[in-house]
């Protein structure tokens, strides 16, 4: 009977998941209420001025809600995407160690339930014949039956060690959802890497082309005596600088095609949808910012170190478990005899019950320092949260500043490139009518040159930013508007990766 009552008594705090951790508060958010205002963050673009006429509009979804087919347009850019999700070799590898901490998370589990193992065995063993019985120095025993043992979790050591598993195992799973939304951002960054270094060469290209024939018709005149030969070298020095833009260029364009094979896990196909150029993208620009406290929901790598926080909160109360006694069971149940055949005759049962307890008494201080250790893991998954928001909110606040700039930087920049091109040409004109000296047209040339080039790279910066506010922003995990978002664990099928398990099946029982 008193076995029974206090086996009753073990289960019902089995059941209630009694532990000995802190209670869990969320440090608060170590950042103001509101993203900056004034100034550059007062001049973000709306409907009516994102980037030109026909922009899109984001229609005051948050960007956690904009699946990633609709804030990218361009097809040949939503293929390389889809691609790099079953091909990327990190994304693969976070998966990978997802699925492994969902593993130990059950072997963790797996402490708070009684084990059973059936047994059988036979000894043999040899008296000397003086200490023997009945002259008989041999003697044999067989037994087979049912071992079992339980640890009863009396004081909550192993829900909290289960407890600190499944934190881990969900941080994981945080982890793995910022990769394949850090995955797609960096296919689309590199994407538009590509179509800015092809917007370069042509330029460059034609720079190459006017540059060879302004030298070859100087270098005419020279021969025909009716040029000078500084006129030949300043015009040689820019047919020179634009061949040497050339081939860097070409060694960047090559080096950026194999950064963004690398992404994608696999050569780009041959038959890949046809693109758009840099200037068409029309990404969305007008996606409301939010509050910083929303980043706490949308950002996976805020809810990761959280888990991380929580893991460590449930380690403080194994550690403090780790004062108290142990309680456990052991016993047997089966046949014992002295030869095989009777093992099963009647007669032969045998069983063992052997309760046992274990209070620590002296450990040299291992347990109070075990305690010590786990508290500052927790202060020191405190900081790192606190840090995780406050690199969160900065990359917010950089996006929203660099938003509110580019277009005004841009419409600049083409008013600038159009004057030094406009420059040129009359510069080229006042030459050809012997008013001024062919150094006015190199200057012209060069500054084109380079006001063509600025341009170019400031509308690439502007789409790398707003991808990056899309990302940060918390946008990049689901496919299409309107999907339901996938649990953080949720199966996935990359390429060779297994599929782990959804969290509900993770976490039963």
Not at 149 to 161: A, K, N, T, Y
Not at 189 to 207: C, S
Not at 422 to 441: M, P, Q
Not at 462 to 473: E, P
Request: charged residues 15%.
């Amino acid at each position: 009977m008193q076995k029974h009552s206090l086996i009753a008594v073990a289960v019902a705090f089995v059941a209630a998941g009694c532990t000995m951790a802190p209670k869990y508060e969320r440090p608060a958010a170590p950042v103001t209420s509101t993203f900056p205002t004034g100034g550059v963050y007062d001049t973000q673009p709306g409907t009516t001025q994102a980037g030109g006429a026909g922009a899109r509009s984001a229609n005051g979804l948050a960007a956690a809600d904009i699946g990633w087919r609709d804030f990218f347009i361009d097809p040949r850019m939503q293929q390389l995407i889809d691609i790099a999700l079953k091909n990327n070799r990190d994304l693969r590898v976070s998966v990978l160690n997802m699925q492994a901490s969902q593993a130990q998370f059950r072997i963790v589990r797996a402490g708070l339930f009684p084990t059973l193992d059936a047994a059988a065995s036979q000894s043999k063993q040899r008296t000397p014949k003086d200490l023997s019985v009945f002259g008989n120095t041999i003697s044999n025993s067989y037994s087979v039956g049912l071992n079992a043992s339980w640890e009863i979790d009396f004081f909550g050591r192993i829900q909290s060690l289960k407890d600190q598993a499944l934190a881990q195992y969900l941080a994981t799973a945080q982890a793995r959802k910022a990769a394949e939304i850090a995955l797609v951002s960096q296919v689309a960054n590199q994407y538009l890497t590509v179509l800015e270094l092809d917007d370069l060469l042509k330029v460059t290209q034609g720079t190459l082309k006017t540059a060879q024939e302004s030298y070859r018709i100087t270098k005419l005149q020279f021969d025909n005596g009716t040029g000078s030969e500084l006129d030949v070298r300043q015009a040689q020095t820019v047919v020179e600088q634009a061949e040497a833009n050339l081939h860097a260029q070409e060694r960047l364009r090559a080096q950026a095609e194999n950064a963004l094979v690398l992404l994608v896990g696999e050569p780009l196909p041959a038959g890949l949808a046809p693109g758009l150029t840099l200037n068409d993208q029309n990404l969305l620009t007008d996606i409301p910012a939010g509050l910083p406290s929303d980043l706490l929901t949308r950002r996976p790598d805020i809810m990761e170190a959280e888990e991380n926080l929580l893991a460590a909160n449930a380690n403080i109360g194994a550690a403090r478990a780790a004062f108290f006694p142990k309680v456990s069971l052991t016993g047997s149940f089966g046949t014992l005899s002295p030869t095989l055949g009777g093992l099963f005759k009647p007669g032969s049962a045998a069983w063992s019950f052997a309760p046992s307890i274990t209070l620590p008494i002296f450990e040299g201080g291992q347990n109070m320092a075990n305690l010590d250790l786990a508290n500052i893991q927790k202060n020191v998954q405190i900081a790192t949260y606190e840090k995780a928001i406050q690199t969160a909110f900065r990359e917010v606040a950089d996006g929203l500043a660099a938003r509110g700039t580019y277009d005004q930087q841009i419409q600049s920049l083409e008013r600038n490139a159009f004057a030094e091109q406009r420059r040129l040409d009359l510069s080229n004109l006042r030459y050809t009518s012997g008013v001024d000296s062919y150094l006015a047209v190199l200057t012209a040339q060069t500054a084109s040159y380079s006001a063509q080039q600025s341009l170019i790279t400031a509308r690439m910066e502007r789409l790398q930013n707003l991808v990056t506010l899309y990302q940060a922003l918390g946008g990049g995990w689901i496919e299409h508007s309107g999907d339901q978002p996938r649990p953080a664990d949720a199966p996935v099928d990359y390429g060779a990766a297994s599929a782990p398990a959804a969290a509900s099946a993770a976490t039963a029982g």
